[in-house]
Every structure is written in structure tokens, then in C-alpha cells.
């Protein structure tokens, strides 16, 4: 239905564009360069014919594919990221793809010392006779999200050269700065105007996630007594030192990123800063149900206060800020959504795989903004790393769930 060839090509440009989003910047995008990405996207939608296609001054691609049904069909979005992690370069991408994989290692051809093993990848014995496209193991891939975008892309192309093909009004949606945690920052959700949307931001082929981490920052400050070191004898109160204690006492064998899976929950110290007067640490602290968001809070909190009994001459401050929560508490009150993501991949003959993200997505954000949003797979493996990988085989057919999708909603409509 929808050509692997069209789908890869895509990929293959997008990926070459460097995205990376900034944390440090305060401007949206984070990064000017994720716009030289959003104007070619919209660029391409309008050669499409998505006769409104547009990149508006936030860096966000906004467009519509009209309606090939008389009834009165809900409006869908499909939303993919156009930014890659800061935690690996993403500049000077070289994609490379490995035709037909046979299920050995594969040796990324710029650094002999990045191998992709089926032992640390068990998905690639899922893809024996596919194409894997890789970096070159000196950068990320960007699959995380290019995979989306390419597979939304090819749907629309496909969309829009078969009217025959009945749907409702679908909204198409690209993102910058998702990987920072701003994605929807500066969404117009009066222009957006949809009803129900998917992310295209999941993992392996078969998988539906309607429910994430609930997620939390906490910011410890500390405030400590600065003396000449010379003179320190009794008296100095190191705030380097203090924070650096309260570190140390962190679960090791629970509540850690290391040694935590499934459905249990984290606290994660992030960075450390500052000077011997001052010295902060800044935490992320994810579970999936809000008491246990607030429980790992508590724990924290008491480490801080346990450590700061031995210096009665310093103080703290503890300050937590919301940043998500699990998308669960508004799919579940329109769980067609999700019924007919998994009608969708049936009929494209995929297994359907009910997960839950252990992190976080734009659908998560837009679903309490008013847009109840799961995310589908796109294929993507390994993010945020230089052993990224992704099959082409999965894009194509992320592509033709998208399609599918469409259908499945208009003829319940």
C-alpha cells in the first residue's frame, strides 16, 4: 500500500538535518536550526497539496488533509517531534543502511567500537530480512522522532493521492523542542482544532501506549557558611559537600533509574552546581501513579532534612515543579482512541502491544490540554545514543496504521 522506498527516502533526509533542542536556551524553538527542518516539512505537506501548510514563529508545522467523507467523522491529529536529544551529538548524521539483516552483530562503519548485539538489542531477531538503518556510531540517529515524521509524511502522500480512500478531517502536527520537555509549550489548540490525536513516537511494531510516568523536578538548594579555608577550623558549612552527602544517600538498590523497571517509580539527580557558599542539585522524580510521585518526594525530603541536622548553620530550600502526568487519567475516559489504534494494526497484520512508557511524550501533555492523545509505535530502538537503530519495514508499517487509522474512524463514525 504505502512504498518502504517512500518512507525511507524521507527518513534518510530528515535525519541529516541537525535538530538537537537546547536546555539552556530560553527561546522557542530552543534551537534555530529545528526551524531549517519544520520549513522544509512544510514546504513538502504543501507540494502535497496540504494547501495550508505552515511553519509559525514557534517552530511548530501545522496542516490539514480534507475530508473524503460526508459523515461526520471526528478530527484526528498525528504528531511527531522534530528535535533530537542533547544527550548525543546529532550534528553531521550519516545514515547507513544494512540491507536484508542477516541477525548478526552489526558493526556501526566509524567506530568498530559500536556493535549492535542482539543480546542488547532482542529486536533485531524480530527483523531478520529487513533493512536496519543506523548512524555511523559517531552520532545519534534521530529516529527519535524522524521515524514519526517520515511515517506521518508518507501517509499524507498517500492520503492525498487516493480521495477514494474515506476519512475525516486530519489535523497534521510537528513539534520542536519535545525532548526538553517544551514540546507543546506554545501549541494553538484553537488553530489545532482536533478531536482525538496519536503521537508517532513508540517503540517496537505492535505497541499502543495510553499511559506514562507521572513526572515531577525537584531543585535543592543549598545555602552553606563560607570561610577562609585557612580558618575553616569549627566553622565552614561546605554547600558542595552538603549536596554531595545528600547524593550519596540516594536508594541504590530502589528508586533509581539503574535499578528500577516496569511499573516502579524513580528518583534521579540530574546535575550538581555551585560553590562553597551555594550549591544546588536538581532532581527528576517519575511514577506512575501520584501518591507515588509524592512518596519519593517525602523520601527525598528526608534525606535533605537527615543531612542538614549536621550542619545547623546552613539552610535549604526544596522546591518541586509539575511536569506531567500519566495520560491515563484522560484515555481512559475515551477508550475508542485506543479500540481503534488496535482494529487499525490488526488489519495491517501486526500484534497488537499494550505498554506503558516509562518517560514521558507530547500526547501526554496534549491529552490534558484537551486532545486525548496515545502514542504508536514508530519503530525507533536505542534512542537518545549512538547505537539508535530503526527498520525500515516497521516505518512502512507505522505508515499504513496511520492510514488505517483514518479508515477505522470514519467508518464508525
Not at 552520532?139 to 475525516?168: F, Q, S
Request: glycine content about 8%; some cysteine.
Amino acid at each position: 500500500m504505502i512504498a518502504g522506498e517512500s518512507v525511507l527516502k524521507r527518513f534518510l533526509n530528515y535525519v541529516k538535518i541537525d535538530t538537537q533542542s537546547d536546555p539552556e536556551s530560553s527561546s522557542c524553538p530552543s534551537t534555530a536550526k529545528q526551524k531549517i527542518l519544520g520549513k522544509l516539512l512544510a514546504e513538502e505537506l504543501k507540494a502535497l497539496g496540504v494547501a495550508d501548510a505552515e511553519l509559525d514563529e514557534f517552530g511548530y508545522v501545522y496542516g490539514t488533509i480534507p475530508a473524503t467523507s460526508d459523515k461526520k467523522v471526528a478530527t484526528l491529529c498525528f504528531c511527531s517531534h522534530m528535535d533530537t536529544s542533547p544527550d548525543c551529538t546529532g550534528a553531521n548524521v550519516n545514515p547507513v543502511v544494512h540491507k536484508k539483516y542477516n541477525g548478526e552483530d552489526i558493526r556501526l562503519p566509524n567506530d568498530k567500537t559500536q556493535i549492535l548485539t542482539p543480546a542488547a538489542h532482542p529486536d533485531l531477531l524480530n527483523q531478520i530480512g529487513n533493512d536496519i538503518v543506523t548512524a555511523d556510531g559517531t552520532t545519534l540517529l534521530g529516529a527519535d522522532n524522524k521515524a514519526g515524521l517520515a511515517e506521518i509524511m508518507a501517509a499524507a502522500e498517500y492520503l492525498m493521492r487516493h480521495p477514494e480512500v474515506k476519512h475525516g478531517r486530519i489535523r497534521i502536527l510537528f513539534t520542536p523542542d519535545e525532548e526538553i520537555g517544551r514540546g507543546v509549550d506554545k501549541v494553538n489548540m484553537n488553530k489545532l482544532a482536533a478531536d482525538f490525536g496519536y503521537t508517532m513516537d513508540g517503540e517496537t511494531l505492535g505497541h499502543i501506549e495510553a499511559e506514562n510516568f507521572s513526572a515531577d523536578s525537584v531543585k535543592i538548594t543549598v545555602t552553606g557558611v563560607s570561610v577562609h579555608p585557612g580558618f575553616a577550623r569549627g566553622k565552614m558549612e561546605n554547600a558542595i559537600k552538603i549536596v554531595s552527602e545528600i547524593a550519596a544517600l540516594l536508594p541504590k538498590d530502589k528508586l533509581s533509574p539503574e535499578s528500577t523497571s516496569g511499573m516502579e517509580g524513580f528518583i534521579h539527580p540530574t546535575s550538581i552546581s555551585g560553590t562553597l557558599e551555594k550549591a544546588a542539585m536538581n532532581f527528576i522524580v517519575r511514577d506512575f501513579e501520584e501518591s507515588g510521585l509524592k512518596a519519593a518526594e517525602d523520601t527525598l525530603r528526608r534525606i535533605t532534612i537527615q543531612v542538614m541536622k549536621n550542619y545547623p548553620n546552613s539552610t535549604f530550600d526544596f522546591a518541586v515543579t509539575e511536569q506531567y502526568r500519566n495520560m491515563r487519567q484522560v484515555i481512559e475516559k475515551h477508550p475508542r482512541v485506543v479500540q481503534y489504534a488496535a482494529e487499525a494494526m490488526k488489519r495491517a497484520d501486526i500484534k497488537v502491544r499494550y505498554e506503558a512508557i516509562r518517560g514521558g511524550t507530547d500526547g501526554a501533555r496534549l491529552s490534558f490540554m484537551g486532545l486525548p492523545c496515545p502514542n504508536i509505535f514508530a519503530g525507533e530502538h536505542a534512542f537518545h545514543g549512538k547505537q539508535e537503530w530503526v527498520s525500515v519495514q516497521d516505518m512502512q508499517k507505522a505508515a499504513e496504521v496511520i492510514v488505517n487509522i483514518c479508515k477505522v474512524w470514519e467508518e464508525k463514525a
